[in-house]
């Protein structure tokens, strides 16, 4: 089993930033693909980014590409989500998961391990 941990979240103006944590432990190491969701309060969860370090592939949703980065520090079982130019419409709880195995997915129903997610609010 693995177990995800999100932290970071938090009350931000509108254009700020704001770096959210996920701190996996437990059967880490076959953990190589990362994903990032959210999901807003009346919506369905969304996909917000995906990281796959064995091969450093990261990809983003557009509403949130060239504003978000996702990053990792294997040493510490760590994945990060940086966001900057926050905009209201980016408040959600932001969760981590994780999937067996090499393949990405976009859809959350591919990831075996979650997080229990981290409120983030923007205020406009």
């Known amino acids: 089993q693995v177990q995800l941990v999100e932290s970071g979240g938090g009350l931000v103006q509108a254009g700020g930033s704001l770096r959210l944590s996920c701190a996996a432990s437990g059967r880490t190491f076959n953990i190589n693909v990362v994903g990032w969701f959210r999901q807003a309060p009346g919506k369905e969860r969304e996909f917000v980014g995906v990281?796959?370090?064995?091969?450093?592939?990261?990809a983003y949703a557009d509403s949130v590409k060239g504003r978000f980065t996702i990053s990792r520090d294997n040493a510490k079982n760590s994945v990060y989500l940086q966001m900057n130019s926050l905009k209201p419409e980016d408040a959600a709880v932001y969760y981590c998961?994780?999937?067996?195995?090499?393949?990405?997915?976009?859809?959350?129903?591919?990831?075996?391990?979650w997080g229990q997610g981290t409120q983030v609010t923007v205020s406009s």
């Open positions: 998961a994780a999937r067996d195995g090499n393949l990405i997915y976009y859809s959350q129903r591919e990831y075996n391990y």
């Open positions: 990281n796959r370090w064995s091969s450093a592939y990261t």
